[in-house]
């Protein structure tokens, strides 16, 4: 089959998206990719993809240049267009996710369409597509890796996840800028961890785009370290790397791809539940300062730079001597600073291990399948299956069965809260028939409600469509109500999924419980 | 029975210029409308451009005399080539269409610089024998019409152009 994928994103998520593309290449699909024209310079290192360009910059030249011709860009795109059709593609997936690639959708032809896309004039979302969108996008506690996510959303198995290759004994790399000042990490403290790695006799190599090697030399970066290489550079140094060191930035999924350990500095904005490199092994230190992760499109809130402050040298170093050493575990010295590794959920979804939130994140995973492969037609696990992962994978039945009966309070509660939130809901839409206008103490109330909603599934992201369709600054009050209508309906879908589950695995725990009796 | 000036200075009319210096036109016909043109605003430069050389070559002796009267304000460039060349100068001269109705026959001109079917974009303007980027910053701003100011709801919902218009909105939001 051939297949168009629009991964018109940034060259982070083009890497991060390889594990998707290479599982639709060994499904047998001739695969062709849809990227933006600024990454010409990754297609010769993907010769099984057949790449296409977007003249997003010639394109958006144009328009904003007064002396140019707006209809030079309509005809540009018009011939694009066509030449892309002429493929005659058969599927067509759009894992982009935003309104240029879901209008763009509109103008290809194909016998399937995937993803958000326009069709006469609408905007096209199934289940999947919506949680995307309005639940993991949004979300403070993502249940799903980006990856895995879009592909529950295109009806695809989660693809395969990389091991790291921990007996390298190539360079120490260390990425130590990233697009966005709030993700870095100081540079002070990079300079101190090469400079320990130097006196280690490691071979360090500090890495950068052409650019930027006169700041670093400036910031007192010896120049002999310094790595500035193209992509077929980079690519021969992450393939010898016995460890990558750095923030979040493309070069850690690239890292990923080619099974380099690394260790990410999550700090800003970054959030590592969303985007972690995605390989078995690999390891993040997550700085926690109450504001993480913070929003991509605000500066830092905060008069100085609370997380990076929580990430100490030591702390780094520790890690990376752990890493290369094999040395001991070590422990953390910061409180508020967490180490994930990156492992495997039994459906074969991606998660960072923590003590703290292995359970829940399996759990939030199970439900979300569960709630959205109903779209799809693949087989979807019957209750007593999923019952069996859960008391399987959870670490003893003693803890799990006081975990479903805090749980069970929970939904109780929670049932209670959704029926207040309906009744609200269905006063403010019946005072809109009849008045046009939305009463302000049923937004009031249902504002309460999904706030304590909000904090009651705080761990996970249940609640958050519900919450963000009390924040939608849709001027139609109409469109605002339907919102939370449809959030609504999806909520109580996911806490009947949940409940429905707890009482097969009670049902489970007891039959064991009495099997264990009669036999003793 | 068609009547070609008549025609010429009805178009003109439908023109409605105010004020106008410097003019091109796509389609050159038998020329009635350019001289109408030349005739009716005095101090109006016009540049007329036609893709077909054959038709320069069929004029009668009489219309040629008609463009050499007014040839201090009207100039007439034919062949595909050259109006590309021309067309690679910027100008802020308006531009606009005529369609010669008496010969029934269409001018492609306009489309070929100006949007549809243009021999200066994309695997056309290679066969020209021209430098796409160059061309493309070269096509002269002939519409004022800012992306933003082009209302796609005001073509056909489902048209291609209102799909392609939406597209490139999005590219400057």
């Known amino acids: 089959m051939k297949t168009l994928v629009l991964s018109l994103l940034r060259l982070g998520d083009f890497f991060q998206q390889l594990p998707l593309l290479t599982a639709l290449k060994d499904s047998g699909d001739e695969v062709h990719v849809l990227v933006n024209d600024s990454l010409r310079p990754v297609a010769p290192l993907f010769p099984e993809f057949e790449f296409h360009f977007f003249p997003r910059e010639i394109l958006q030249g144009v328009l904003t240049d007064s002396s140019k011709s707006t209809l030079g860009a309509i005809h540009q795109l018009r011939v694009f267009v066509d030449d892309l059709n002429a493929n005659r593609f058969e599927t067509v997936e759009n894992w982009t996710h935003n309104f240029l690639s879901a209008r763009l959708m509109d103008l290809l032809d194909a016998g399937v369409k995937k993803g958000a896309r326009f069709q006469a004039g609408r905007l096209e979302r199934d289940k999947s597509g919506t949680y995307m969108n309005e639940t993991w996008g949004p979300s403070g506690a993502a249940s799903f890796h980006w990856i895995d996510a879009l592909a529950l959303s295109m009806g695809r198995a989660f693809p395969e996840i990389p091991r ?204 979300w399948e569960f709630y959205l492969n109903r779209d799809h037609d693949g087989a979807v696990a019957p209750y007593g299956s999923a019952a069996h992962a859960i008391i399987r994978g959870w670490g003893g039945e003693k803890s799990l069965r006081a975990w479903s009966e805090a749980l069970k309070e929970r939904l109780e509660l929670s049932f209670r809260l959704l029926e207040d939130f309906s009744e609200s809901l269905w006063t403010a839409m019946r005072d809109f028939n009849l008045e046009e206008s939305l009463s302000t103490a049923s937004e009031t109330r249902m504002r309460e409600v999904s706030s304590r909603l909000s904090v009651l599934w705080r761990d996970t992201d249940f609640a958050t469509r519900l919450v963000e369709s009390n924040l939608s600054s849709d001027a139609s009050p109409f469109v605002r109500l339907r919102g939370r209508k449809e959030a609504l309906q999806e909520v109580y879908e996911l806490f009947t999924v949940q409940r429905n589950l707890i009482r097969v695995i009670d049902q489970e725990l007891k039959e064991r419980s009495a099997q264990h009796g009669a036999r003793a | ?58 004029f009668p002796e009489e219309l040629r005399e008609e463009f050499a009267k007014r040839s201090s304000r ?75 100011s082009l209302d796609p709801d005001r073509l056909e919902a489902d048209s291609r152009e209102a799909k392609l218009v939406r597209v490139l909105r999005e590219l400057v939001r």
């Open chain 2, 1 to 58: 029975m068609r009547d070609p000036r008549k025609e010429g200075a009805l178009w003109v009319d439908g023109l409605a210029l105010a004020h106008p210096t410097s003019i091109i036109v796509v389609g050159v016909g038998l020329g009635y409308h350019l001289f109408e043109l030349v005739d009716r605003y005095p101090g109006l430069h016009v540049t007329a451009l036609d893709g077909k050389c054959e038709l320069q070559e069929s």
């Open chain 1, 164 to 367: 790291v290759d921990g007996h390298r004994s190539g360079p120490v790399l260390l990425q130590v800028l990233t697009s966005d000042s709030k993700k870095n990490w100081r540079l002070g403290n990079w300079k101190k961890l090469a400079n320990w790695l130097r006196r280690e006799e490691e071979d360090v190599r500090v890495l950068c785009a052409p650019f930027e090697k006169e700041t670093l030399i400036r910031e007192g970066f010896a120049p002999e370290t310094l790595a500035a290489c193209d992509l077929a550079g980079l690519c021969d140094l992450l393939g010898r790397a016995k460890v990558l060191v750095s923030g979040d930035t493309s070069v850690l999924h690239l890292a990923s791809h080619l099974r380099a350990p690394s260790l990410g500095i999550f700090l800003g904005s970054a959030d590592p539940r969303k985007t972690a490199p995605r390989a078995l092994g690999s390891k993040v230190l997550w700085a926690d300062a109450g504001c993480s992760p913070c929003s991509h499109r605000n500066p830092c809130s905060q008069a100085h730079h609370v997380c990076g402050e929580k990430m100490s040298l030591q702390t780094v170093q520790d890690e990376v001597a752990h890493m290369m050493r094999k040395d001991p575990q070590p422990q953390l010295h910061s409180p508020a600073v967490r180490l994930l590794e990156g492992t495997k959920t039994p459906s074969g979804a991606f998660a960072l291990r923590d003590s703290r939130q292995d359970a829940v994140v399996m759990w939030s995973q199970l439900i």
């Open chain 2, 74 to 148: 009207l100039k007439a460039i034919f062949g595909l080539r050259d109006v590309c060349e021309f067309a690679l100068h910027p100008t802020t001269a308006s531009v606009v269409r005529f369609r010669a109705a008496c010969f029934d026959f269409e001018n492609e001109i306009f489309e070929d610089l100006l949007g549809q079917a243009g021999p200066l974009f994309g695997r056309r303007a290679a066969m020209a024998g021209y430098d796409f980027s160059k061309a493309l910053a070269a096509i002269p701003e002939n519409l004022a019409v800012n992306i933003k």
